[in-house]
């Protein structure tokens, strides 16, 4: 009788980061130390929003963040959860989050040379539905004279040395790029306790006509914008639309199936809605680096 084939040969993502380690001749381990952090927040803000219906933790805080928005329970939870791992990690000397105020320098990490700029629970309204959400994270290398301040950390995208997001969905999908390297999918198994690789070397597929913008802000848009998303509805063969509302599950979809994923600047936000530094610089990594023409390193 035959019998599935077993998959022994798995590669988690700590065997993952330790393989590229090894490649590096020069590294001293503090990068891949930063990552384990990572990895321990993505799994227990994936572990609270998994039981969140469960445990009260729906709802609003009853505080609002640095742009405003009220702040729900999970927002402040995610947050401290990922601020936790960074600190204790100590390779990490100063953190933007979405949801602080101020950066945050970790002067207990004097000889620490990253900065991470994260939005620990992207899409955060859409949490009490059950729908995926995401946080995303971009890392910067500092010199090592930096001092920690957050000046240090208002680098162009093309500066970060990693970035991915993780996405909370019906498992938890981590999304990982270094610079000049390929983009990897990692999926949780829960069973395990381990991210484990499932999508190496994702390249987003240029066919698949998905566009993906809230048209709901239509009336605030400018011509050109008005253009641009008429034109893929009157394409002799037109793009569906799909918009979840979290750009972090938008953009997931969009790098396994193709598309374009747009939240254009309009009437009511003139800069655009999403922040350059922890949203759209990172996701800006991922999908340059996951363009068909780059090709495992
Ligand atoms: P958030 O960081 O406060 O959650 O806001 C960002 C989110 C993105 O995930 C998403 O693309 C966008 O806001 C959705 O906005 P809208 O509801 O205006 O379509
Ligand atoms: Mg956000």
């Known amino acids: 009788m035959a019998t599935e084939k077993i998959n022994t040969e798995i590669v988690t993502l700590t065997r993952f980061l330790n393989e590229e380690q090894t490649k ?4 001293t381990g503090d990068f891949t130390l930063l990552c384990h952090a990572l990895q321990f927040s993505f799994k227990s803000i994936a572990y609270y929003i998994r039981r969140a219906s469960l445990i009260n933790l729906g709802g609003l805080a009853g505080s609002s963040n640095t742009t405003g928005d009220d702040q729900k329970k999970l927002d402040v939870i995610g947050n401290d959860l990922f601020i936790a791992a960074m600190r204790s990690c100590g390779r990490v000397k100063v953190l933007v989050s979405e949801e602080e ?16 700029a ?10 009490d539905a059950g729908v995926s959400v995401g946080t995303i994270f971009g890392i910067f290398k500092l010199p090592e004279d930096a001092k920690g301040t957050k000046e240090e950390l ?3 995208g093309t500066e970060l040395v990693a970035a991915g997001f993780t996405m ?54 400018e011509e050109p914008v008005l253009e641009w998303c008429n034109s893929v509805k009157q394409a002799d063969k037109p793009y569906s639309l799909r918009y979840i509302g979290s750009m972090v599950a938008d953009a997931y979809r969009t790098l396994l199936y193709g598309g ?27 999908f340059e680096n996951g363009e068909s023409t780059v090709r495992a390193c």
């Open 101 to 116: 105020e101020e950066a945050i320098v970790f002067s207990d990490n004097p000889n620490a040379r990253y900065a991470v």
């Open 260 to 286: 374009i994923f747009a939240y254009p600047a309009d009437k009511k936000s003139p800069k655009g809605k999403l922040r350059i530094l922890y949203e759209c610089a990172p996701m800006a990594m991922v």
């Open 154 to 156: 208002l680098k162009p």
């Open 168 to 221: 909370y969905g019906a498992s938890a999908q981590l999304v990982l790029t270094m610079r000049g390297g390929p983009v990897n999918g990692f999926t949780m198994d829960n069973a395990l306790g381990e991210f484990i690789l499932t999508h190496p070397n994702m390249q987003m597929p240029k066919k698949r006509a998905i566009y993906s913008c809230n048209e709901g802000n239509s009336k605030y848009w």
């Open 118 to 127: 994260c939005d620990p629970i992207d899409g955060s309204s859409n949490l």
């Open 24 to 27: 590096h001749k020069e590294a």
